[in-house]
């Protein structure tokens, strides 16, 4: 089943810059994308986009054949409760702990479980950060927020997960650890969309890979 359609689609950011130049992809239900390029190749516009933070300039995208533009403000809040995304900057509370960071994106999620706190922690686990669940994010590395940027994204178990570039200050052993956590997730049925331009990930090929290049689509690969 075609989950999204991109039509056309270009994005100029003013007062002339384009960022994404007549893209037409589609993604199918239960894929793993890597969407790669060099830097300023469109790779974060087009995730933003996907999740509806933007509109294109031109072109539709649409969600299982319903265009963005018909969206009401409320559908597309219904949209978004369907992804979990992980953004560049994190958007963490840095005076808060990482626990009270994660029961935070929890609590927004409308997700209901039981024995809230065991939940976080296992998540925590996971990662192996339970041991600082209680420190401030400001207080642990660049790496550990990115995983708490991840960890806050998964927290929901989303069928649609979005990261850009969600493996940066990471060490090539949490880089692995990550990838294998995504493939695990991708293999349970949800749809995975990544764009990094990590060797690591690249070199292990974990699915269908997207080439941008100055805002258009350069390869494509299954």
Not at 84 to 110: C, M, P, R, T
């Amino acid at each position: 089943m075609t989950l999204f359609r991109l039509e056309e689609i270009t994005k100029i950011y003013p007062p002339y810059y384009r960022a994404l130049h007549r893209v037409s992809l589609e993604i199918e239900s239960g894929e793993f994308v890597v969407i790669t390029g060099p830097t300023g190749a469109g790779k974060t516009t087009l995730l933003k986009l996907i999740y509806a933070l933007e509109p294109p300039t031109e072109g539709e995208i649409y969600y299982q054949n319903v265009p963005y533009s018909k969206l009401s403000y409320k559908d597309v809040i219904k949209l978004r409760k369907k992804m979990g995304i992980v953004f560049q900057d994190h958007k963490l509370f840095l005076e808060l702990s990482l626990y009270e960071n994660i029961q935070i994106a929890l609590a927004l999620s409308g997700k209901k479980v039981k024995k809230e706190k065991f939940y976080i922690y296992d998540w925590l686990e996971r990662f192996n950060l339970a041991h600082k669940a209680q420190k401030k994010v400001k207080e642990i590395s660049g790496g550990e927020q990115q995983k708490i940027g991840i960890i806050r994204a998964l927290i929901k178990e989303p069928g649609i997960l979005i990261l850009d570039e969600p493996t940066g200050n990471l060490d090539p052993y949490s880089i692995e650890e990550i990838l294998n956590l995504l493939l695990k997730i991708h293999n349970q049925g949800k749809t995975v969309i990544l764009s990094t331009h990590d060797p690591t990930i690249l070199s292990k090929k974990p699915g269908r890979s997207i080439m941008l290049n100055r805002g258009e689509i350069v390869k494509d690969v299954v």
